[in-house]
Protein backbone atom coordinates (compact mmCIF):
# COMPACT_ATOMS: atom_id res chain seq x y z
CA UNK A 1 0.00 0.00 0.00
CA UNK A 2 1.69 3.70 -0.77
CA UNK A 3 2.44 6.14 1.92
CA UNK A 4 1.12 9.33 2.39
CA UNK A 5 2.12 12.06 4.28
CA UNK A 6 0.07 15.32 4.39
CA UNK A 7 0.62 18.96 5.36
CA UNK A 8 -1.90 21.30 6.47
CA UNK A 9 -4.71 20.01 9.41
CA UNK A 10 -6.94 22.34 8.88
CA UNK A 11 -10.43 22.08 8.58
CA UNK A 12 -10.15 19.94 5.30
CA UNK A 13 -6.91 18.61 5.50
CA UNK A 14 -7.56 17.01 9.13
CA UNK A 15 -10.83 15.09 7.66
CA UNK A 16 -8.63 14.05 4.71
CA UNK A 17 -6.06 12.42 7.05
CA UNK A 18 -8.90 10.94 9.03
CA UNK A 19 -10.13 9.18 6.29
CA UNK A 20 -6.69 7.99 4.67
CA UNK A 21 -5.40 6.39 8.29
CA UNK A 22 -9.13 4.79 8.80
CA UNK A 23 -8.52 2.81 5.19
CA UNK A 24 -5.13 1.65 6.61
CA UNK A 25 -3.16 4.24 4.55
CA UNK A 26 0.31 4.85 6.58
CA UNK A 27 0.17 8.75 7.03
CA UNK A 28 2.43 11.34 7.98
CA UNK A 29 1.20 14.14 8.83
CA UNK A 30 2.75 17.99 9.60
CA UNK A 31 0.93 21.28 10.83
CA UNK A 32 2.12 24.15 12.51
CA UNK A 33 -0.74 23.57 14.83
CA UNK A 34 0.36 20.87 17.52
CA UNK A 35 -3.19 20.20 18.69
CA UNK A 36 -4.12 19.02 14.94
CA UNK A 37 -1.64 16.75 15.01
CA UNK A 38 -1.84 15.38 18.40
CA UNK A 39 -5.24 14.06 17.95
CA UNK A 40 -4.59 12.43 14.33
CA UNK A 41 -1.54 10.66 16.39
CA UNK A 42 -4.54 9.13 18.55
CA UNK A 43 -5.85 7.54 15.37
CA UNK A 44 -2.61 6.17 13.70
CA UNK A 45 -0.73 8.88 12.33
CA UNK A 46 3.09 9.39 12.24
CA UNK A 47 4.00 12.96 13.86
CA UNK A 48 6.70 14.85 11.55
CA UNK A 49 8.75 18.08 13.03
CA UNK A 50 9.18 19.59 9.74
CA UNK A 51 8.01 19.55 5.98
CA UNK A 52 11.30 17.67 5.26
CA UNK A 53 10.07 15.11 7.56
CA UNK A 54 6.65 14.22 6.09
CA UNK A 55 8.16 14.67 2.49
CA UNK A 56 10.89 12.68 2.83
CA UNK A 57 9.64 8.48 1.38
CA UNK A 58 6.27 9.12 0.85
CA UNK A 59 4.53 8.38 -2.64
CA UNK A 60 2.08 10.99 -2.12
CA UNK A 61 2.60 13.85 -0.30
CA UNK A 62 -0.84 16.00 0.26
CA UNK A 63 -1.02 19.70 0.72
CA UNK A 64 -4.12 20.92 1.92
CA UNK A 65 -3.14 25.05 2.73
CA UNK A 66 -5.14 28.44 2.63
CA UNK A 67 -3.38 30.06 -0.05
CA UNK A 68 -1.06 29.70 -3.36
CA UNK A 69 1.17 31.81 -1.66
CA UNK A 70 1.35 29.42 1.24
CA UNK A 71 1.70 26.20 -0.93
CA UNK A 72 4.04 27.46 -3.20
CA UNK A 73 6.17 28.37 -0.37
CA UNK A 74 5.71 25.02 1.41
CA UNK A 75 6.72 23.06 -1.55
CA UNK A 76 9.29 25.55 -3.77
CA UNK A 77 10.49 27.90 -1.42
CA UNK A 78 14.07 27.70 0.20
CA UNK A 79 13.39 24.81 2.12
CA UNK A 80 10.38 23.34 0.33
CA UNK A 81 9.13 19.93 0.23
CA UNK A 82 10.26 19.14 -3.45
CA UNK A 83 13.74 18.79 -2.21
CA UNK A 84 13.14 15.84 0.11
CA UNK A 85 10.57 14.02 -2.24
CA UNK A 86 11.90 10.57 -3.87
CA UNK A 87 12.13 10.50 -7.15
CA UNK A 88 8.67 9.05 -9.01
CA UNK A 89 6.78 10.35 -5.84
CA UNK A 90 4.11 12.75 -6.47
CA UNK A 91 2.65 16.36 -5.08
CA UNK A 92 -1.25 16.11 -4.84
CA UNK A 93 -2.60 19.32 -4.17
CA UNK A 94 -6.07 19.60 -2.98
CA UNK A 95 -6.11 22.94 -1.93
CA UNK A 96 -7.96 26.20 -3.99
CA UNK A 97 -5.31 27.25 -6.08
CA UNK A 98 -3.87 29.80 -8.72
CA UNK A 99 -3.16 27.85 -11.89
CA UNK A 100 -0.07 30.09 -12.74
CA UNK A 101 1.00 28.92 -8.99
CA UNK A 102 0.29 25.57 -9.65
CA UNK A 103 1.60 25.19 -12.98
CA UNK A 104 4.88 26.92 -11.89
CA UNK A 105 5.78 24.37 -9.14
CA UNK A 106 4.30 21.79 -11.03
CA UNK A 107 7.56 22.42 -13.64
CA UNK A 108 9.95 22.97 -10.63
CA UNK A 109 8.93 19.17 -9.55
CA UNK A 110 8.91 17.80 -12.39
CA UNK A 111 12.82 18.74 -12.81
CA UNK A 112 13.08 16.36 -9.69
CA UNK A 113 11.46 13.94 -11.11
CA UNK A 114 8.03 14.10 -8.84
CA UNK A 115 4.99 14.42 -10.90
CA UNK A 116 1.71 16.59 -9.40
CA UNK A 117 -2.36 15.83 -9.22
CA UNK A 118 -4.68 18.65 -8.66
CA UNK A 119 -7.30 17.15 -6.61
CA UNK A 120 -9.19 20.44 -5.10
CA UNK A 121 -12.65 19.26 -2.95
CA UNK A 122 -15.57 20.86 -2.86
CA UNK A 123 -19.05 19.80 -1.19
CA UNK A 124 -18.49 21.01 2.36
CA UNK A 125 -16.39 19.98 5.61
CA UNK A 126 -19.38 17.86 7.00
CA UNK A 127 -19.04 15.95 3.40
CA UNK A 128 -15.18 15.65 3.85
CA UNK A 129 -15.65 13.98 7.36
CA UNK A 130 -18.14 11.25 5.76
CA UNK A 131 -15.24 10.68 3.63
CA UNK A 132 -18.12 11.34 0.39
CA UNK A 133 -16.85 14.99 -0.80
CA UNK A 134 -16.92 15.74 -4.09
CA UNK A 135 -12.84 16.08 -5.82
CA UNK A 136 -12.22 17.60 -9.12
CA UNK A 137 -9.01 15.86 -10.52
CA UNK A 138 -6.54 17.53 -13.24
CA UNK A 139 -3.36 15.57 -14.00
CA UNK A 140 -1.77 12.83 -16.21
CA UNK A 141 -4.37 10.05 -16.24
CA UNK A 142 -1.77 7.26 -14.95
CA UNK A 143 -1.14 9.12 -12.57
CA UNK A 144 -4.32 9.77 -11.28
CA UNK A 145 -4.61 5.80 -11.24
CA UNK A 146 -1.89 5.60 -9.39
CA UNK A 147 -3.24 7.38 -6.50
CA UNK A 148 -7.08 7.22 -6.88
CA UNK A 149 -7.23 4.55 -4.19
CA UNK A 150 -6.69 6.55 -1.97
CA UNK A 151 -8.04 9.75 -3.33
CA UNK A 152 -11.69 7.42 -3.08
CA UNK A 153 -10.81 7.51 0.74
CA UNK A 154 -11.64 10.95 0.92
CA UNK A 155 -14.04 11.02 -2.17
CA UNK A 156 -17.42 10.60 -3.15
CA UNK A 157 -17.99 11.55 -6.51
CA UNK A 158 -14.57 12.01 -8.29
CA UNK A 159 -14.09 14.41 -11.60
CA UNK A 160 -10.99 13.59 -13.95
CA UNK A 161 -11.75 16.60 -15.89
CA UNK A 162 -8.33 16.31 -18.23
CA UNK A 163 -4.81 18.34 -18.01
CA UNK A 164 -3.30 20.12 -15.04
CA UNK A 165 -5.14 23.24 -14.63
CA UNK A 166 -8.62 22.25 -15.33
CA UNK A 167 -9.44 21.36 -12.25
CA UNK A 168 -8.23 24.70 -10.75
CA UNK A 169 -11.03 26.45 -13.14
CA UNK A 170 -14.08 24.34 -12.09
CA UNK A 171 -13.03 24.72 -8.54
CA UNK A 172 -13.02 28.80 -8.35
CA UNK A 173 -16.67 28.51 -11.01
CA UNK A 174 -17.66 26.13 -7.98
CA UNK A 175 -17.31 28.47 -4.97
CA UNK A 176 -18.64 31.80 -7.09
CA UNK A 177 -21.99 29.79 -7.11
CA UNK A 178 -21.74 28.85 -3.93
CA UNK A 179 -21.25 32.24 -2.59
CA UNK A 180 -23.80 33.94 -5.33
CA UNK A 181 -26.41 31.03 -3.44
CA UNK A 182 -25.77 32.52 0.07
CA UNK A 183 -26.12 35.85 -0.95
CA UNK A 184 -29.22 34.79 -2.38
CA UNK A 185 -30.60 32.77 0.46
CA UNK A 186 -29.66 35.40 2.79
CA UNK A 187 -31.75 38.38 0.69
CA UNK A 188 -34.65 35.82 0.10
CA UNK A 189 -35.07 34.74 3.85
CA UNK A 190 -34.80 38.28 5.08
CA UNK A 191 -37.60 39.31 2.34
CA UNK A 192 -39.51 35.64 3.74
CA UNK A 193 -39.16 36.98 7.56
CA UNK A 194 -40.22 40.75 6.92
CA UNK A 195 -43.45 39.32 4.88
CA UNK A 196 -44.43 37.33 8.69
CA UNK A 197 -43.94 33.50 7.09
CA UNK A 198 -42.62 31.08 8.96
CA UNK A 199 -38.95 30.29 8.98
CA UNK A 200 -38.96 26.53 9.55
CA UNK A 201 -41.65 26.23 6.54
CA UNK A 202 -39.79 28.66 4.67
CA UNK A 203 -36.45 26.50 4.51
CA UNK A 204 -38.56 23.65 3.58
CA UNK A 205 -40.43 24.53 0.98
CA UNK A 206 -37.04 26.33 -0.36
CA UNK A 207 -35.39 22.83 -0.52
CA UNK A 208 -38.71 21.50 -2.29
CA UNK A 209 -38.79 24.24 -5.06
CA UNK A 210 -36.56 24.93 -8.00
CA UNK A 211 -34.58 27.63 -5.80
CA UNK A 212 -32.76 25.08 -3.64
CA UNK A 213 -29.32 24.57 -4.24
CA UNK A 214 -26.56 22.76 -1.85
CA UNK A 215 -25.67 25.95 -0.47
CA UNK A 216 -28.86 26.58 0.72
CA UNK A 217 -29.74 23.13 2.02
CA UNK A 218 -26.18 23.34 4.03
CA UNK A 219 -26.12 27.06 5.50
CA UNK A 220 -29.24 28.14 6.04
CA UNK A 221 -29.53 26.33 9.29
CA UNK A 222 -26.47 27.38 10.48
CA UNK A 223 -27.76 31.35 9.98
CA UNK A 224 -30.96 30.23 11.52
CA UNK A 225 -29.32 29.02 14.33
CA UNK A 226 -26.72 31.99 14.54
CA UNK A 227 -23.10 30.45 14.54
CA UNK A 228 -22.68 30.63 11.05
CA UNK A 229 -20.42 27.62 11.20
CA UNK A 230 -19.25 26.70 7.49
CA UNK A 231 -15.62 26.56 8.73
CA UNK A 232 -14.73 28.50 5.78
CA UNK A 233 -13.68 31.87 6.20
CA UNK A 234 -14.55 35.22 4.39
CA UNK A 235 -10.38 35.47 3.88
CA UNK A 236 -10.99 32.32 1.61
CA UNK A 237 -14.68 33.59 0.19
CA UNK A 238 -12.42 37.00 -1.18
CA UNK A 239 -9.07 34.99 -2.16
CA UNK A 240 -11.43 32.28 -4.62
CA UNK A 241 -13.63 35.19 -5.82
CA UNK A 242 -9.91 37.17 -6.56
CA UNK A 243 -8.85 33.77 -8.36
CA UNK A 244 -12.56 33.68 -10.13
CA UNK A 245 -12.31 37.49 -11.28
CA UNK A 246 -8.60 37.31 -12.87
CA UNK A 247 -9.28 34.39 -14.57
CA UNK A 248 -12.23 36.40 -16.32
CA UNK A 249 -9.40 39.14 -17.34
CA UNK A 250 -7.36 36.36 -18.48
CA UNK A 251 -10.17 34.86 -20.50
CA UNK A 252 -11.33 38.13 -21.45
CA UNK A 253 -14.72 37.49 -20.10
CA UNK A 254 -17.03 40.40 -18.87
CA UNK A 255 -17.21 39.45 -14.60
CA UNK A 256 -20.03 41.84 -13.54
CA UNK A 257 -21.85 39.54 -11.85
CA UNK A 258 -18.90 37.74 -10.08
CA UNK A 259 -16.91 41.33 -9.45
CA UNK A 260 -20.16 42.15 -7.54
CA UNK A 261 -19.93 39.37 -5.25
CA UNK A 262 -16.61 39.83 -5.00
CA UNK A 263 -16.84 43.73 -3.70
CA UNK A 264 -19.74 42.60 -0.96
CA UNK A 265 -17.43 39.60 0.45
CA UNK A 266 -14.22 42.22 0.60
CA UNK A 267 -16.92 44.36 2.31
CA UNK A 268 -17.55 41.82 5.10
CA UNK A 269 -14.24 40.98 5.67
CA UNK A 270 -12.98 44.16 6.55
CA UNK A 271 -16.21 44.48 8.87
CA UNK A 272 -16.20 41.38 10.59
CA UNK A 273 -12.58 40.15 10.12
CA UNK A 274 -10.63 37.37 8.29
CA UNK A 275 -11.12 34.49 9.94
CA UNK A 276 -15.36 35.12 10.61
CA UNK A 277 -17.36 32.97 8.70
CA UNK A 278 -18.94 33.31 5.24
CA UNK A 279 -22.56 34.04 6.58
CA UNK A 280 -21.07 36.77 8.52
CA UNK A 281 -22.12 38.65 5.25
CA UNK A 282 -25.47 38.20 6.46
CA UNK A 283 -25.17 41.28 9.47
CA UNK A 284 -25.39 44.25 6.76
CA UNK A 285 -28.80 42.97 5.51
CA UNK A 286 -29.66 42.08 9.03
CA UNK A 287 -28.94 45.93 10.11
CA UNK A 288 -30.47 47.43 7.26
CA UNK A 289 -34.14 45.65 7.65
CA UNK A 290 -33.77 46.05 11.68
CA UNK A 291 -34.50 42.10 11.82
CA UNK A 292 -32.59 38.99 11.94
CA UNK A 293 -32.59 35.57 10.38
CA UNK A 294 -32.90 33.20 13.46
CA UNK A 295 -34.99 29.83 14.05
CA UNK A 296 -35.39 27.32 16.70
CA UNK A 297 -34.22 23.87 16.67
CA UNK A 298 -31.55 23.93 13.75
CA UNK A 299 -27.74 22.52 14.20
CA UNK A 300 -25.24 24.31 14.97
CA UNK A 301 -23.08 22.82 12.00
CA UNK A 302 -23.44 22.16 7.94
CA UNK A 303 -25.74 18.89 6.98
CA UNK A 304 -27.07 17.71 4.49
CA UNK A 305 -30.85 18.22 3.92
CA UNK A 306 -31.73 14.71 5.40
CA UNK A 307 -29.43 15.10 8.41
CA UNK A 308 -31.07 18.53 8.72
CA UNK A 309 -34.62 16.74 8.73
CA UNK A 310 -33.40 14.23 11.19
CA UNK A 311 -31.79 17.64 13.82
CA UNK A 312 -35.12 19.37 13.65
CA UNK A 313 -37.08 16.20 14.63
CA UNK A 314 -34.87 15.36 17.75
CA UNK A 315 -34.98 18.70 18.85
CA UNK A 316 -38.85 18.88 18.71
CA UNK A 317 -39.06 15.35 20.23
CA UNK A 318 -37.03 16.08 23.66
Not at 9 to 27: D, H, M, P, Q, T
Not at 45 to 54: G, H, Q, R, Y
Request: hydrophobic share 40%.
Amino acid sequence: MLKYGIIGLGNLGEKIARNLIYKGFSVKIFDKDQKNINKLVKLGAINSKSISEVANEVDGLITCLPSPKISTEVMAGIDGAILYMKNGSTWIETSTTDINELKKVSEIAKEKGIKTIEAPVTGGVHRAEKGIITVLVGADKQTFYEHERAIKTFGGKIFYLGNLGSASVLKVITNMLAFANLIGAIEGLMLAKKAGLDLTTTYHAIQSSSGNSVEFETVAPVIFNGSFDTSFSLKLACKDLSLMTSLGDKFNIPMKFTKLIEEMFYEAKSKYGDEEWTPNIVKDVEKAAGENIRAPNFPDKMMDYEDVVEYIKKQLNK
